[in-house]
C-alpha cells in the first residue's frame, strides 16, 4: 500500500474552491518510458492513483492541477517506492510562485545555518539559540521535519554552513564549534571530528565538488589569512592543498572536479584549484578589489559570475565580474550590473538561484546564453528571508527555509516553483 496526497500549504485540497478540472500525474521509474495519467477534478475534487510498474527504480513524478484561470505544478525528489516509508505527500504552487507552508515547521526558528540535501532528506544545522536544538532532518517525500532519535548532545553552533562530501556524508563547519562530519545513514557515526588546515572557519570558502568531496579553502588565525585547503572525501579522508596566496574570506565554485576562487584579499585575484594538484594556479589579470561575501555562480562545467559582496567602505557592489573557459584557458571580464544587489541571499549547491537576502523577497537566476550572462529575475518567496536555507529539487522546483525576514528569525517553510518543470 502506498499513500500518497496532494495538499496546499495549509494541508489542505488545493482544488478547492478553484476551476481545475484535469489533475495530470507523470511518472517515470528508472530507465522505463515515461507515462502520464490524467484524472478529472469535479468541484475540487479528486481521486487518481499512482500507478507503479517496477516499485523498485528511482522514481521521478511531476502533478499538474489545470482549470480555465488555474494552474498548480509540484514535483517530490526522486525516490525509490520500495525504499520509502510507503507516503508520499507533495505542495503545490502557482508556476513563478511560492506557497509558504504552516502544518510543518522546523525545530527551532534558524538564520545562517547549513542545509543540505542528501537523497529524499536534509540536513538542517546550526542557525539556532544557543538553547534550541541544534540539527535536525527535513524528510522531503512527506513533509516533515524532525528530530534524529539520538541524543547528539550539540552545543551552540551558532552561524553554521555545510556543503556534501557524498551522498550520506556531510561536512559541518561551525563558527561557535570545531568541524565534524554527520553521517545521514549511519546511526552509531552520525558525528565525527574532522581536523582541518590551520584558520579553517567562519572566513573560509566552502564548496561541495561533485564526485570528489567538500573542500574548505583558506580562512584566517588571529586576522592574518591563511593558504591552506582541506579536501575533505568519505570516510573522513583529509587532503591538504595550498593556495598561491593566503586568502580570508574567498568565494568558491566547483567546475567539474576544478574549484575556482576568487577573492578574500585587497587585490581581488583568482585562482584555480585543479583536480589533482595541490597547489593553486592564478588566473591571470584579474583584479576586483575589495568584495567581502560575495557570490560566486558557476554553471558547472567552464564558467562562473561573481556577484554582491561589500566593498572597502561597505557599500554593496552592483558590479560583476565573469569568468569563461576555465580552467584550462581561464579568462575574466566585466560581467552584467547587479541591479538587485543584496547581501545575505542564498546560493544554493549545484544551482544558479540566488534567492532572498536583505529584506528582499526576489528569487533570481543566472543564466548563460552561449556568449552572454544575464541575471534574471524568476519570482518572489512569500516573505523576505535573508540568511534562509534551501535545496533544489531534480525537477528544478526548491524548498526555502527559515531566514531573516527583517523583523523576526523564522521557522517556516516555502515551496517554490519556476514557470515550468523539468519534463520526465
Given amino acids: ?46 481521486e487518481a492513483f ?10 521521478r513524478i511531476r502533478v499538474e492541477m489545470q482549470g480555465a484561470t488555474t494552474e498548480l505544478l509540484t514535483a517530490p525528489p526522486m525516490f525509490v517506492p520500495s525504499a520509502s516509508r510507503g507516503s508520499l505527500r507533495v505542495v503545490t504552487s502557482a508556476p513563478s510562485g511560492c506557497e509558504r507552508v504552516t502544518f510543518d515547521l522546523m525545530e527551532a526558528p534558524r ?60 561536512l559541518v563547519l561551525p563558527s561557535n564549534a ?3 562530519i554527520f553521517n545521514m545513514l549511519d546511526a552509531t557515526r552520525r558525528i565525527t571530528p574532522v581536523v582541518l588546515h590551520n584558520g579553517a572557519g567562519p572566513r573560509s ?39 598561491s596566496e593566503p586568502r580570508s574570506g574567498p568565494a568558491a565554485t566547483a567546475l567539474g572536479g576544478d574549484v575556482l576562487v576568487v577573492g578574500g584579499d585587497v587585490e ?25 561575501v560575495g557570490l560566486l555562480v558557476g554553471d558547472g562545467e567552464s564558467r562562473a559570475l561573481l556577484i554582491g559582496g561589500s566593498d572597502a567602505g561597505r557599500a554593496v ?9 576555465c580552467p584550462s584557458s581561464c579568462v575574466s571580464a566585466t560581467g552584467p550590473q547587479w541591479t538587485t544587489a543584496r547581501l545575505a541571499a542564498l546560493q544554493p549547491a549545484q544551482s544558479a538561484l540566488v534567492i532572498g537576502g536583505e529584506n528582499s523577497r526576489l528569487v533570481e537566476e543566472v543564466r548563460w546564453n552561449e556568449a ?24 528544478g522546483a526548491f524548498i526555502v527555509a527559515g531566514g531573516d525576514d527583517g523583523a523576526s528569525i523564522r521557522e517556516d517553510f516555502e515551496f517554490c516553483v519556476p514557470a515550468t518543470l523539468e519534463p520526465l
Fill in 1 to 46: 500500500m502506498f499513500d500518497a496526497v496532494i495538499v496546499d500549504g495549509d494541508n489542505g485540497n488545493p482544488a478547492a474552491g478553484t476551476d481545475a478540472t484535469v489533475l495530470r500525474i507523470g511518472i517515470q521509474e528508472g530507465e522505463l518510458p515515461a507515462e502520464e495519467y490524467e484524472y478529472p477534478i469535479t468541484d475540487g475534487e479528486f
Fill in 50 to 59: 499512482l500507478e507503479f510498474r517496477a516499485f523498485t527504480r528511482p522514481t
Fill in 111 to 170: 538564520a545562517f545555518f547549513g542545509m543540505v540535501q542528501s537523497g529524499t532528506f536534509a540536513l538542517i544545522v546550526g542557525g539556532a539559540s544557543a538553547s534550541a536544538e541544534q540539527l535536525e532532518f527535513f524528510d522531503a517525500l512527506e513533509w516533515e521535519s524532525r528530530l534524529f532519535l539520538e541524543d547528539l548532545a550539540l552545543s551552540d553552533l551558532g552561524e553554521t554552513r555545510a556543503a556534501s562530501i557524498d551522498e550520506v556524508e556531510i
Fill in 178 to 180: 570545531p568541524p565534524f
Fill in 205 to 243: 570558502a566552502l564548496v561541495a565538488v561533485p564526485g570528489i568531496g567538500a573542500m574548505v579553502i583558506g580562512g584566517d588565525v588571529a586576522g592574518e589569512a591563511q593558504s591552506g585547503v582541506s579536501l575533505v572525501g568519505p570516510e573522513g579522508q583529509v587532503t591538504s592543498l595550498r593556495l
Fill in 268 to 292: 581581488g585575484s583568482a585562482e584555480i584549484l585543479i583536480d589533482g594538484a595541490t597547489l593553486g594556479r592564478p588566473v591571470a589579470g584579474v583584479m576586483d578589489g575589495v568584495r567581502e
Fill in 317 to 325: 557592489r552592483q558590479d560583476t565580474l565573469r569568468f569563461d573557459g
Fill in 372 to 395: 552572454d550572462v544575464e541575471i534574471q529575475p524568476l519570482l518572489q518567496l512569500d516573505v523576505p528571508r535573508a540568511g534562509a536555507g534551501g535545496i533544489i529539487l531534480e525537477s
